[in-house]
């Protein structure tokens, strides 16, 4: 299963409004964006791709509250830990979006899928 499905599938068990990159200006919150943001390239020692992939992403919370955008944070964590063996790289980061009127968390995660 390619690694934005597992992703997708493991956020929307949290939150059913579940968007890559960004989500439309008229979205109902809560809602969770992510971006893949790299991860290391993996070879084995003979220089043969290794039959895994490390992937870095981001992920996103917004909703109207703070306190309710770091409950969901908390979930979102929870699920990526548990479903993909997924770990943070970082606490979550608050935010706000002032022209969209939402608070938010950015949280890095890691995470391995089949290649």
């Not at 917004?62 to 979102?76: C, D, M, S, Y």
């Not at 022209?99 to 995470?111: A, L």
């Amino acid at each position: 299963m390619p690694a934005e499905t597992s992703l997708t599938t493991t956020l929307q068990s949290v939150c059913p409004r579940v968007f890559p990159d960004f989500a439309p200006v008229s979205t109902a919150k809560p809602y969770v964006t992510y971006q893949f943001i790299g991860g290391q390239s993996l070879y084995y020692l003979n220089n043969t791709q290794a039959n895994r992939r490390h992937h870095r992403v981001q992920v996103n919370v917004w909703a109207t509250t703070r306190l309710q955008a770091n409950q969901l944070a908390r979930e979102v964590e929870e699920a990526i830990r548990l479903q993909l063996s997924g770990t943070p790289d970082s606490e979550p980061l608050a935010g706000y979006d002032e022209g969209n009127e939402v608070r938010g968390t950015v949280q890095d995660f890691t995470f391995y899928t089949n290649r």
